[in-house]
C-alpha cells in the first residue's frame, strides 16, 4: 500500500506542477498575473484547489490514488482544448527537474510517515523559489552579455517605439523604409518585453546594423523604462495612448506615464510623441497627428497627405495613416527623401494578422486576429460596411478592458454584420444582449472553426477575424 501511495504523490505533484507551470507560461511567468488577473480564474479552483483538498482527505483513507488518476484525466481534457498548451523551454524544464528533486527528497524523507500537505505543496513551493532564483541569475548573465554586443556596436543607431495600440506596425513600417538606405533591424515579430530584447540582442541582432528599431511593451509602471535605460535609444516614437491593458494601470494617466518612459534616454536625439499623450512640444521633443489630412482608406488600401504630400500605401485601415506617417518623420530625421519613401511605400505590406486582406475560395478574408483595441476593431468594422456582399465578423470580443468598450463593438457589429460569430465565453454575455439573436453564433472551441466556416459561410462572403485570444482567454 505504501508504494502506491508513493507512486500517487508522485505523479499528483507532478500533474499539479504541470497546472501551476501552463499558467506561468501563459502569464510570462509572473505569479501576481496568475492569480489576480487570470480571466478564468475559476480554472484554478477546478483543476487545483479541488483536486488538492481531494488529494488530503483521501490519503488519509489511504486512498489518493483515486484523486490522482481522476486528477490525470481532468488535466488531460483540460489540455485537448488549450491552443497553447506548455512549451517545454529550458526555464519549464529547469523547473520539472527541480520539482522531480524536491519530490524524491520529500518521498525519502517521509518513508512510513503519512502523506501531508508538506508532502505536496512544498515540492511546489521550493521548485518555484529555486526557479525563481535560478532564472534570475540566468537573465542577469544574458543582460551582461547583451550589454557588451552593445557596446561593440556604438555606431548603431537605435528607435524606440511605443504605444498603447500599433508598436509592431510602426517598427515594421520604419525598418522597411529605412531598409533602401540602411541595414535595419527591427525586433522581431511582437517582441517587446525586457526579456525578450536581451534574447534578440544576444541571439539574432546582425554585427552590421546600422539601425536597430525595438519595440517596448509595458503591463505595469517601470517596464519601459527599463528597456529604454538598457538600449538607450537615439529617436523615440510614441504611437497613440489608449486604455489597452487597462485592467494592470488602473487608468489612462498611468499608461500615458508608462509610455512616456521611453525618453528616459540619455541618447535621445528626437521625439515624436502622437496628440493624445498631450505633451507640450519641446526642442526635440513633437507632437504628431493633426498634420495628418485627407485620410481616404477603402478594402482597396489608404491614401493620405502631410506637409504638402500625397501619400498612397496598399495597407488597409485609416488608423495607419499615423503609423505610416511618423514612420516617414523618423526616415526623413535619419537623412532619406522624399521620393526614396515614396518608392519604399510601394513595396510595404501589412503587418501579419493586422487587417491583411486575402482571397480565397471566392470569399475576402480579413485577418485582424492580432488586433486587439477598440480603434483598430471598430476601424475593421468601418472597412467591411464598404462591402456589398454578405458579411461575416469572427472574434472574442476586447479582452483587458472595460466593458463598455465590448458593448461598442458589440452594437456596432450588429449594425455591419449578417452573421457574428463570438468565440469562447469571455465577452458571449455582452454580445448576447446586444447582438440580434438571429445572427449571433457562439464558437464553443476554436477546433471547431473549420467546420463552423463551412457550414456558416459561403463564397462572395467578406470575413472578418477581429481579434483572437487564445483559449485560456
Known amino acids: 500500500m505504501i508504494q502506491i501511495e508513493i507512486l500517487s504523490n508522485i505523479l499528483f505533484v507532478l500533474a499539479l506542477g504541470y497546472y501551476f507551470m501552463t499558467n506561468m507560461q501563459w502569464y510570462s511567468y509572473k505569479l501576481e498575473r496568475v492569480i489576480f488577473h487570470h480571466t478564468k480564474s475559476w480554472w484554478h479552483i477546478t483543476y487545483f484547489i479541488v483536486p488538492l483538498l481531494g488529494y488530503f482527505f483521501l490519503s488519509k483513507l489511504n ?12 488535466l488531460y481534457k483540460w489540455r485537448a482544448k488549450q491552443d497553447k498548451p506548455l512549451v517545454f523551454t529550458g526555464r519549464v524544464k529547469r523547473f520539472f527537474a527541480s520539482l522531480v528533486f524536491f519530490i524524491a527528497l520529500t518521498v525519502m524523507l517521509t518513508t512510513g510517515m503519512e502523506y501531508g500537505s508538506y508532502a505536496v505543496l512544498i515540492p511546489i513551493l521550493l521548485s518555484y523559489l529555486i526557479s525563481m532564483m535560478m532564472e534570475a541569475m540566468l537573465f542577469r548573465g544574458f543582460q551582461v552579455k547583451a550589454e557588451k554586443k552593445l557596446e561593440s556596436m556604438e555606431n548603431m543607431t537605435v528607435v524606440g517605439i511605443t504605444a498603447s495600440y500599433g508598436k509592431t506596425s510602426i517598427k515594421n513600417y520604419i525598418a522597411h523604409i529605412l531598409s533602401a538606405k540602411y541595414k535595419a533591424y527591427p525586433t522581431p515579430r511582437s517582441v517587446n518585453t525586457f526579456g525578450g530584447v536581451l534574447k534578440d540582442i544576444n541571439d539574432d541582432l546582425p554585427t552590421d546594423t546600422e539601425v536597430y528599431v525595438v519595440e517596448m511593451g509595458a503591463r505595469g509602471k517601470g517596464d519601459i523604462k527599463e528597456i ?13 495612448i489608449g486604455p489597452a491593458h487597462i485592467e494592470y494601470f488602473g487608468n489612462l494617466e498611468n499608461i500615458r506615464n508608462t509610455k512616456m518612459e521611453i525618453l528616459s534616454s540619455d541618447r535621445l536625439q528626437e521625439a515624436w510623441v502622437h496628440d ?12 504628431f497627428g493633426k498634420e495628418i489630412s485627407n485620410i481616404r482608406a477603402t478594402l482597396d488600401g489608404l491614401d493620405f497627405e502631410m506637409d504638402g504630400e500625397e501619400y498612397h500605401v496598399n495597407i488597409l485601415g485609416s488608423f495607419n495613416a499615423m503609423n505610416i506617417a511618423v514612420s516617414i ?11 526614396t519613401i515614396k518608392k519604399q511605400l510601394e513595396t510595404l505590406k501589412p503587418t501579419a494578422h493586422r487587417l491583411q486582406r486575402m482571397d480565397a475560395g471566392g470569399k475576402v478574408i480579413i485577418d485582424d486576429s492580432f488586433n486587439g483595441n477598440i480603434d483598430g476593431m471598430l476601424e475593421g468594422f468601418n472597412l467591411a460596411s464598404t462591402y456589398e456582399g454578405r458579411k461575416v465578423l469572427i472574434t472574442p470580443g476586447l479582452v483587458e478592458v472595460d466593458d463598455e468598450f465590448n458593448v461598442q463593438v458589440a452594437q456596432r457589429a450588429n449594425e455591419v454584420f449578417d452573421l457574428v460569430v463570438v468565440t469562447g465565453d469571455l465577452n458571449y454575455r455582452i454580445f448576447r444582449d446586444h447582438v440580434d439573436e438571429s445572427k449571433l453564433v457562439k464558437l464553443e472551441s476554436k477546433d471547431k472553426m473549420q467546420e463552423m466556416l463551412v457550414e456558416e459561410t459561403r463564397a462572395g462572403d467578406l470575413i472578418l477575424f477581429a481579434n483572437d485570444a487564445p483559449s485560456f482567454i
Open 228 to 240: 529604454s535605460e538598457f538600449v538607450n535609444p537615439h529617436l523615440v516614437v510614441v504611437g497613440k
Open 329 to 339: 518623420k523618423v526616415a526623413k530625421a535619419l537623412g532619406m527623401d522624399d521620393e
Open 276 to 287: 493624445s499623450a498631450m505633451v507640450k512640444p519641446e526642442k526635440i521633443v513633437h507632437s
Open 63 to 74: 486512498l489518493s490514488i483515486i484523486v490522482t488518476v481522476v486528477y490525470i484525466g481532468m
